[in-house]
């Protein structure tokens, strides 16, 4: 099955415990992004990756860190984690960036307290 | 400013009747624009896209969005609700400026239909 595969869905962390959020998906995608859901602010993109070793920020990328591989992998760092990063993460796929019908994973809710 | 907007927090509506969830955007050139859906504890899933042609455009489950350029709109419909249409739905249009040409996402809304 075609897919975008996160993990864990669920995390609760202490403020600056290093912690990653895995990001897997199986369609030879080229174009991998990471976003944060939260209410009243909608999605807003934090990292994305065009391909291979290729990354870029997004609107939001203070506190975290992302990696780019191997095409299938695209992993969410965050270094030292604030109670700010609470948050609901999605990791999205898609053929390449001009191919908008995104693929997104089930979501990871992260709680740093 | 490029921008989208889902005017309504919440739609209600009953099942088997038709449902409109609303959004209208400001996008400088010819806009891209997509409808996702978002069921509870489920990422996000692609239903339509409007790139070019016909301004009415057929996605997923039944859904159909139209585009109308004079009041820059791209309203989802459906002509008749089921409860499992009950979820979340967003609208982004593609940012015509920059390198990214991220999509700009609309805050929700959230649908529930009611049996």
């Known amino acids: 099955e075609a897919q975008v595969t996160q993990n864990p869905r669920y995390l609760i962390t202490v403020t600056g415990k290093k912690l990653t959020v895995t990001c897997s998906q199986n369609?030879?995608?080229?174009?991998m992004s990471w976003y944060r859901q939260d209410p009243g602010l909608g999605l807003r993109q934090i990292y994305y990756?065009?391909?291979?070793?290729?990354?870029d920020k997004g609107d939001v990328p203070e506190g975290y860190k992302v990696s780019r591989k191997e095409k299938r992998n695209f992993p969410l760092i965050l270094e030292s984690p604030s109670p700010n990063q609470t948050s609901l993460y999605f990791c999205?796929?898609?053929?390449?960036?001009?191919?908008?019908?995104?693929?997104f994973g089930s979501g990871t809710r992260l709680t740093v307290v | 400013a490029q921008s989208v907007a889902q005017p309504e927090d919440q739609v209600n509506v009953a099942e088997g009747n038709p449902l409109t969830v609303k959004c209208t955007y400001s996008?400088?050139?010819?806009?891209?624009l997509f409808w996702y859906v978002q069921y509870p504890n489920r990422g996000l899933q692609f239903l339509l896209k409007?790139?070019?042609?016909d301004n009415l455009v057929k996605g997923s489950y039944g859904f159909e969005a139209e585009f109308n350029k004079s009041q820059t709109s791209f309203h989802l419909k459906k002509p008749s609700a089921l409860v499992s249409d009950s979820a979340l739905y967003f609208c982004?249009?593609?940012?015509?400026?920059?390198?990214?040409?991220?999509?700009?996402w609309g805050l929700g809304t959230s649908l529930a239909v009611n049996p």
């Open positions: 999205a796929s898609s053929f390449n960036r001009e191919n908008y019908g995104y693929t």
């Open positions: 369609m030879n995608h080229e174009y």
């Open positions: 990756s065009m391909n291979v070793e290729v990354i």
């Open positions: 996008v400088s050139g010819n806009p891209y």
């Open positions: 409007y790139i070019t042609g």
């Open positions: 982004a249009v593609r940012e015509s400026t920059g390198n990214n040409r991220k999509l700009i």
